[in-house]
């Protein structure tokens, strides 16, 4: 298969069986999901950075990548998503997982607004928003510290028009 | 066809992709692949019956209010509507 051709996606909510496959994403010293410096995390702290909202990816049945969906501001159909595919996933994979999971969150639920964003220093995270047909919103300016440098995140949504 | 009890290795049977509440559970033919599936509680309520249909395609059915009598004082089982469905 080559890495344009589109997967099968599935996904389930992370348990210990996809330890070793998830502790392995996080060697990849990019695999930006709510930490900055992945590959450098012990094995306790990248545990604790996923909770009951985090799914594994799966591209054909291998795990790919992590995501999460969170509801905001008090059920006003506002949730934030936080999505992250291994490297060797291109920016096909990205639009077409990201396009799979907003129909699947809107499958059952009213969905208005749907948030992400990205670090500055987050190439690979910036080139799928911008390309993700997303709005731009704009970038809260030195928030964290990469690599001995300041650096912003930038704010991306999706919004629908609501129904209700 | 022999129905038997409900086992716990029968988890699988009582998740996929149905709408939910529906009488047949069929799969819905555009369902998002990344969607939570409709999921069925195990049988917890003695009014509530769920056996299981071995060597059939769809191998749970849930029986609802034909369960045994409530016992006295109970009232359990007094307002649930009898029905069943299949998944």
């Known amino acids: 298969m080559t890495t344009t051709e589109l997967p099968r996606w599935s996904s389930r909510p992370y348990a210990d069986a996809d330890r070793d496959a998830v502790l392995a994403l996080f060697t990849e010293p990019d695999f930006f999901f709510r930490t900055g410096d992945p590959d450098t995390r012990p094995e306790w702290e990248i545990l604790s950075l996923l909770d009951e909202d985090t799914h594994v990816l799966l591209a054909n049945g291998e795990v790919v990548g992590l995501y999460a969906v969170e509801s905001e501001a008090n059920n006003a159909c506002h949730y934030s998503m936080q999505l992250r595919l291994r490297a060797s996933a291109p920016l096909e994979w990205w639009q077409s997982a990201f396009a799979e999971l907003s129909r699947a969150n809107r499958w059952r639920r009213e969905v208005v607004r749907l948030a992400l964003r990205f670090d500055e220093f987050d190439s690979r995270g910036l080139a799928f928003a911008r390309t993700a047909g997303l709005r731009e919103e704009g970038t809260l300016g030195a928030v964290s510290v990469h690599e001995g440098q300041r650096y912003g995140y930038v704010s991306f949504a999706q919004i629908w028009e609501p129904i209700s | ?87």
């Open chain 2, 1 to 87: 066809m022999r129905l038997r009890g409900y086992r716990s290795g029968d988890a699988d049977l009582l998740s996929g992709p149905w709408l939910p509440g529906e009488l047949l559970g069929l799969p819905v033919a555009d369902w998002p692949p990344l969607a939570p599936p409709t999921t069925v509680a195990p049988p917890a309520d003695p009014s509530q019956e769920l056996c299981i249909a071995p060597r059939h395609r769809l191998r749970a059915v849930h029986l609802v209010g034909l369960g045994p009598p409530a016992a006295p004082g109970s009232s359990s089982a007094s307002t649930a509507s009898s029905g069943w469905t299949w998944y």
